[in-house]
């Protein structure tokens, strides 16, 4: 048994961390107590972001067990810094005051070292190093693990599902995928989507400077002939 804390718009992966900011008093509660004890917490998307206190039939059934690493309390509210561990399924709820406590159930990878999975690994690592030569926005932290050749399929898959430029139920759709492979996959494609786009809007910009330099030239032209 684990608190559970809900969040909205977004969704945490195991093997990433992730900066999450708490308001609603049930969750800063929630943190609060689990970082003074083992600083484990089963963190859940809400369905309805609009839900003020959501119960479990309004979470998503799989979310992500998660270690808080830091913590601080601001007065609107707390910021956490949260390390992703494993994907969990949410089994019941066992209390909802002072905030939700539930049972969880762990949902491990199986590990898989076969040579397709390696070589989907090598493509995703790959194709990520691209998107950053082509201008893609990721935080330092999140650079660093994912062009080193230190991360596992599993770890890489998520790290990079985890800065895509995806929507929430995008992001819960690949957090609930099984098995790894098929996961690889979906993660894969929706990176090369993102890289495409980039190719293209790189190549407009181009396009757009060009024209605008020939302008910029034959006016200068223009102006020399009338002097």
Not at 51 to 68: R, V, W
Not at 154 to 163: G, P, Y
Not at 201 to 225: A, C, G, P, V, W
Request: aromatic share 4%; charged share 25%; glycine share 4%.
């Amino acid at each position: 048994s684990v608190p559970i804390i809900a969040i909205r718009g977004s969704v945490v992966f195991p093997h990433t961390d992730t900066l999450l900011s708490f308001v609603r008093p049930s969750s800063v509660v929630a943190a609060d107590n689990a970082f003074q004890k083992d600083r484990l917490v089963a963190i859940f998307t809400q369905k309805d972001s609009r839900i003020s206190e959501p119960q479990k039939e309004d979470l998503f059934e799989i979310g992500t067990l998660a270690t808080i690493t830091q913590m601080m309390t601001v007065e609107d509210g707390t910021h956490a810094l949260v390390r992703g561990q494993v994907r969990v399924k949410l089994s019941e709820i066992v209390s909802d005051q002072p905030f939700l406590y539930g049972n969880v159930e762990e949902l491990p990878d199986i590990v898989d070292n076969s040579p397709e999975i390696l070589a989907l690994a090598n493509t995703l690592r790959d194709n990520f190093r691209k998107s950053l030569t082509l201008g893609k926005t990721v935080e330092v932290l999140s650079v660093v693990k994912l062009i080193s050749d230190s991360s596992t399929p599993i770890e890489l898959t998520d790290q990079i599902a985890s800065v895509l430029d995806l929507k929430p139920l995008q992001r819960q759709s690949l957090l609930e995928t099984f098995p790894l492979i098929e996961r690889m996959k979906k993660v894969s494609d929706l990176l090369n989507k993102e890289i495409g786009i980039m190719e293209i809007e790189k190549t407009i910009s181009s396009k757009t400077q060009q024209q605008f330099d020939d302008i910029m030239k034959k006016n200068i032209l223009r102006e020399k002939k009338k002097a």
